[in-house]
């Protein structure tokens, strides 16, 4: 059986993907189809003589968040069918439970797709990096893509109302919980946005001067970071697993203690707790970095569709949600320095297919 899609469901479909890569989230998207006078999937529907389970709302255009959130998910986007996402307890069941979508049978290419498969990525990496709105409702550019150095966590954005935009700042959301757990790795809006742009105009600029350098620099790079993400990986699995191993042997020791009467049951309680705990965190951080490492080894580049996206935009002159986040995946930013008294701050931007990009080792292989 092959799909036939409905064109202008598609239509609407595509607008949600393409406002959620502007920096809009489903309640906006849901608001904003909702002030458009765009029918509800059930209500178009019931239009074509479909019926559905779901009940009429007092509006046809009553689109609710969890509808825009369930179709920025939905896979058969791509053109894939999907088999097996849900089960029931029994055949005498009408009740429907959802099956992990690791265990749903996925049959690619079964129809035309409608989302580009780039697109679809992003969108999914956009709605796990659970953006928010700011106090005062509005989405900023960098919205949940910026991360510490140092701790890993996000940084924040702080605005305040009367603030003009150079006043905006971003802050490490450890620092801003609790100050001397990490420092402020504050920067300002306006010099990442600088800084952001800088960087991707040099990227388009080299890559359409010099594709083929582009691709064997790029192709190396990511090979050593790899190569190097698995060393760090691997030794820090293996000092996992003798930690996990350890642990069983003092646990061990502990009940023969607790037998001999050598400690008392409140002692002995108090310590299996604590031990059980780091061992349950060992051994989770173990099953992470387990698959961190099956996943570095079947990583490969897709320097083709990078291609792909530089080549849909002649020149950058200002950036906007959907021009980042087609571009990047995070931006990592570095504690400010001071270097001859004048403060300095290193960003490293990542981006999407590719990883980092050294324009300065490119630039001495093209010289």
Partial sequence: ??????????????AIFKM?????????????????QIETPTVHLNSMGIKTPAKQTETPYAWSARTVADILAKVEYLGHTVNFKTRKKSYKSKEKIWNNPEDWMIFENTHEAIIDEHVWETVQRIRDGKRRPSRMGEMGVFSGMMFCADCGAKL????????????EYFVCA???????????????????????LDDLQQVITFVKEHERDFITAATKTSERRIAEDLRMAQKEYEQGQVRISTLDKILRK??????MERISEERYYKMLS??????????????????????????????????????????????????IRDFIE????????????????????????????????MDEKTA
């Fill in 254 to 259: 502990l009940y023969e203690d607790r037998v």
């Fill in 274 to 323: 604590d031990y059980e705990a780091e061992q349950r965190s060992l051994m989770e951080r173990a099953t992470a970095l387990k698959q961190t490492l099956d996943a570095a080894k079947e990583q490969n580049l897709n320097i083709d569709r990078f291609l792909k996206i530089v080549r849909k935009y002649t020149e950058i002159t200002e950036l906007s949600a959907e021009i």
């Fill in 1 to 14: 059986m092959r799909w036939i899609v409905d064109e202008k469901a598609a239509e609407v479909v595509r």
């Fill in 20 to 36: 959620c890569m502007e920096g809009f989230g489903p309640t906006q998207i849901a608001k904003s189809l909702e002030k458009n």
């Fill in 330 to 361: 995070k931006i990592i930013v570095y504690k400010a320095e001071k270097i001859d008294g004048v403060r300095t701050q290193r960003i490293q931007i990542i981006y999407n297919c590719i990883g980092a990009i050294d324009f300065q080792k």
């Fill in 174 to 196: 450890t620092y801003r919980k609790k100050k001397g757990l990490c420092s402020s790795h504050q920067i300002r809006n306006v010099v990442i946005e600088e800084l952001v």
């Fill in 156 to 167: 924040y954005q702080v605005r305040a109302n009367g603030w003009t935009h150079d006043k």
